[in-house]
């Protein structure tokens, strides 16, 4: 019994070691084979990198090549486009009719060649991500408005009527306002493209309904729409749609590539509405963010608490020595300070604040990004124009000013910035009004200028 | 007719004679410089009411003129238009900062040229850019 039972612990044994070998065997190979994993890992990683620095530098070359042949085109196209206006300017001497037609096709297609190249170097500088946005407050409307006019002359010759429809008020955009023109030239020109004669085209701008952070704004055409499943790739590179118009063809393929691009710098978005039973005529909708006085200042506060500008806030009072002879008479005199303010200021760097009004006076705020030097700079500039404006002076209007430096460090405690800007605002205002109460530094016609830091 | 005299430095004959073929029927006198080296005896010898400069030029960059220019006390007040086919995004900051009026790549409209030349020669009293 004894021995049965020891042969079957030998046996046990036998085959625990005969397990283990093989359980080590297996590790073995497994530890052979999870190495040569990792070592083909770390070849494919070094590949794949390898492959990006081959790829990052054929982009940069590709940029210089493409910066190099556009800068060596610009020059006999500017000789071309010169010499055509000369004539066409009659200083070449008369033209005749046909002459006349002629060389305005000419000068058609050398405007163009230069827009291809345009086109040409900025969808290089996307794919190397150099494109660049120089964001302020700006006014969505007057934008639209010069690039419709811009098209004014093309569209009638094709017997297009060109349309703005401005729906409700619009806020200022948070926006660069030369990309955004670019955009609209490049969707108002397919637009006019793709229209046939004696149609409409139309540009809306709106709140965004879906995000009232947002401005909408869509361009509409008559033409002949686009597929369903065209309407997402037109805005990839190079992408042109088979069979179109033969118009189409005088384009790269890289406009509406570039618009996604600037459209994305701006944290907007850019979308097409695909032909359907219900929908004739193409509609591409873009969105641009609202400007705010976050929006502005919120870059300068987050650069690792260093501030690359201080801000100042401006309070200017307005207040009538006699009552306002009319509604009229003090909303022209309103509309007369603000063109006056905004003449004192740098439209990218500074921001003026819709006017309030309070105890008989109005009141208009300025958000400028300078340092105590610049508003001094900026006060006495807009008291010389105030000053100097006999309008103002003949309706018995007094100025007051005031400016602070904002503490970005305690903004930052005190809450939302727009709240903490509306709290120094009526600050400032309080202590201007003190001082116009004693009287005691206030003539007519002089202002009082209050500093404080 | 205007009679200001203006010196245009500019390489490329054609461009030259555009140019020549514009300002006269618009009354200025033109002088021609055509590389970097003698840009700055002319204008030292011919005193213009303005400058416009090519950026590519032979015998030095165009911001080497600028530079020249605004360091010679009888020139630093001369205004500088620059037109050049160099890509504006860099370029145009880069005049600006060094001096110039104004910057204009080529092919540019004739009109906003001319206008700038305009203003140039009689500044309004507008707001200038002091910060």
């Known amino acids: 019994m004894n021995d049965k039972l020891y042969r079957k612990v ?5 085959l625990n070691k005969t397990l283990e070998k093989r359980i080590a065997d297996r590790t073995w190979e497994l530890e052979i084979s999870n190495h040569n994993l990792k070592k083909e890992v770390f070849e494919r990683q070094k590949a794949e990198a390898e492959a990006a620095r081959s790829r990052e530098e054929q982009l940069r070359l590709k940029g210089e090549f493409l910066s190099h042949v556009s ?13 055509t206006t000369i004539l066409l300017d009659g200083l070449g001497g008369a033209l005749n009719g046909d002459q006349r037609d002629y060389l305005e096709i000419s000068l058609r297609n050398v405007n163009q060649l230069k827009m291809m190249i345009d086109d040409l170097l900025e969808a290089s500088r996307a794919e190397t991500s150099k494109l660049t946005v120089r964001r302020s407050s700006v006014s969505t409307t007057d934008v639209a408005a010069k ?12 017997g297009i009527k060109l349309k703005i429809d401005s729906i409700g008020e619009l806020p200022p955009i948070y926006a660069d306002p030369g990309r955004i023109s670019q955009v609209l030239t490049n969707l108002l020109d397919n637009a006019i493209k793709f229209s046939p004669p004696d149609s409409v085209v139309t540009v809306r701008m709106e709140v965004f309904a879906d995000d009232p952070a947002f401005v909408l704004i869509s361009v509409t055409d008559c033409g002949c729409g686009i597929e369903p499943e065209h309407a997402e790739r037109v805005f990839d590179r190079l992408y042109q749609v088979e069979g179109a118009l033969q118009e189409s063809r005088r384009g790269l393929g890289l406009g509406l590539y570039i618009c996604k691009e600037l459209i994305g710098l701006h944290s907007g978005a850019i979308w097409v509405n695909s032909k359907s039973k219900r929908i004739t005529g193409t509609t591409v909708h873009f969105t641009v963010p609202i400007f705010t006085i976050h929006a502005l200042i919120a870059p300068i506060v987050v650069q690792d608490g260093h501030l690359a500008f201080s801000i100042i806030l401006l309070i200017v009072e307005a207040r009538p020595t006699t009552p306002w002879q009319s509604e009229h008479h003090h909303e022209q005199m309103l509309n007369k300070t603000y063109q006056i303010l905004e003449r004192c200021l740098l439209p990218d760097l500074d921001v003026l604040l819709p006017v309030q ?29 105030l000053a100097g404006n006999p309008g103002l002076q003949s309706a018995g209007v007094r100025f007051s000013m005031a400016s602070e ?9 005190e809450g939302p910035l727009d709240q903490c800007i509306a709290r120094l605002a009526a600050d400032l205002k309080e202590r201007l009004r003190m001082k116009i109460t004693n009287g005691a530094q206030h003539d007519d016609g002089k202002e009082i200028i209050a500093h404080r830091r | 007719m205007t009679g200001k005299k203006l010196l245009l430095i500019e390489d490329d004959k054609d461009t030259v004679r555009a140019m020549a073929v514009r300002l006269k029927s618009q009354g200025y006198d033109l002088v021609v410089a055509s590389d970097a080296i003698s840009a700055i005896s002319t204008a030292r010898k011919e005193k213009p009411d303005l400058i416009i400069l090519d950026l590519g030029l032979p015998g030095g960059d165009g911001f080497v003129v600028i530079d020249r220019l605004r360091s ?7 205004p500088i238009i ?13 005049a600006i900062q060094a001096g110039a009026h104004a910057f204009f790549q080529k092919p540019f409209e004739t009109t906003d040229l001319l206008s700038s030349i305009l203003d140039a020669l009689n500044p309004s009293p507008a707001i200038r850019r002091e910060r």
């Open chain 1, 10 to 14: 030998e046996e046990a044994d036998e």
């Open chain 1, 71 to 83: 800068h060596e085109l610009r020059s006999p196209l500017s000789v071309i486009h010169q010499f």
């Open chain 1, 147 to 158: 690039v419709v006019q811009s098209f004014r002359a093309a569209a009638k010759e094709k």
């Open chain 1, 357 to 385: 009004n309070l105890a008989n006076a109005d009141f208009f705020s300025i958000v400028a990004r300078t340092d105590q030097h610049g508003s001094e700079v900026m006060l006495s500039r807009i008291r010389d124009q």
């Open chain 1, 405 to 413: 430096v904002l503490d970005i460090a305690e903004i930052g405690r």
């Open chain 2, 72 to 78: 010679n006390c009888e020139l630093m007040t001369v």
């Open chain 2, 82 to 94: 620059v037109v050049s086919a160099r890509d504006p995004k860099y370029n145009e900051p880069l």
